[in-house]
């Protein structure tokens, strides 16, 4: 089969995960099923590793770039006159956990401390596999964002419901 066949059923499997996923209601849904979804079929051996075009990767960052800049709105840096403060004190405190996760996971588990670190650090799962991509460990870090983000994404929002007062429902988003 020709290396144009794998990525044609590499982006089948994502495609249909990510659809799938859809009808569970998680956000970001979609992204992890894709991600299982071609992970699947990678880690069943059948087909040689993904080898994406020259140029994919960039174009896809931009797009994920754009997708997540046109979330930018005025309306949201309106807000960060009154929120710059937690925000400040939430990014402080989450870079700083997670350099010490990361390195204490490094030493206590023999892990490489660049997927530890990246693996812990406070960012999404695009970017932080991206990230990790330029020091080669991309798949790794991947792997640990894919689980905290579908553990983060189903237990969320049960411990938000359990927090929020009886009767009381969240806010309009």
Known sequence: MTQLWH?????????GAGLLALKTGIPAAPL???LIGAA???MGGRLELA????GTRT???????????TGLTAGAFAELKQLWRPALLITLTLVATGLVVGLWSS??????PVVAVLGAAPG??????LVG???????AVAALHAVRLITVLVVMPLVVKVLLPMGQSPPPS
């Open 7 to 15: 990525l044609l059923i590499y982006a089948l499997a994502g495609t």
């Open 40 to 42: 699947l079929v990678s």
């Open 59 to 69: 174009a896809l960052e931009i797009g994920i770039g754009t997708v997540i800049g």
């Open 51 to 54: 080898q994406w075009p020259h």
């Open 133 to 139: 991509a330029e020091f080669g460990v991309g798949a």
């Open 107 to 112: 030493r206590l588990l023999g892990i490489n």
């Open 124 to 129: 999404g799962i695009s970017g932080m596999s």
């Open 32 to 34: 992890a099923g894709a």
